[in-house]
């Protein structure tokens, strides 16, 4: 009987985790919120329409690289390939930034066709929607300059409590990815 018990507390999720997902679930309201808001907003006319800078399939091409490596990462820690793991890990990092850096681009290539914040609301809504997702990246990035700095630092040893840690920075990554492919169909489609 105790065995059967000992084995249900193994199969129970980590609580960090639980409160990664709730907080996931924050997310993906605000972002509904704002994408219905940009339906409502559209409907009502007066639409500002503009061509998405190509800075936006080069950010959305990184990102997509960068949680293909980190995830490749994080399965080298655990398998115990510290170099491919600390090689993998750095590059999804410097993909993670060329992914706000483009997005940065792609920000003042749209100020030089006109749209800004303060004219049309499309342009409003874009900046605010696009914004919001690479302030979550930079969280990301910033995550993953921790995890970066603990392979240096650390001793490298892939004990439970690191393996959990670096899965919740993997998951966040690849939620902040999947979120972005979904805001750019998004956009593409409503456009």
Known sequence: MEVAVNNIYKKRINPQKFALWTSFASIIMMFAALTSAYIVKQ????????????EFIFSTISIVLSSILLHWSCNAFKRGKRQTYILTLIASMVLGTVFVICQYLGWTTLFSYGVDLKGNVSGSFFYLITGLHALHVLGGISALLITAINAFILEYKPTEARINRYEMVLHYWHFVDILWIYLLIFILIVK
């Open 43 to 54: 409907a009502a006319g007066n639409w500002l329409e503009f061509p998405l800078p190509k």
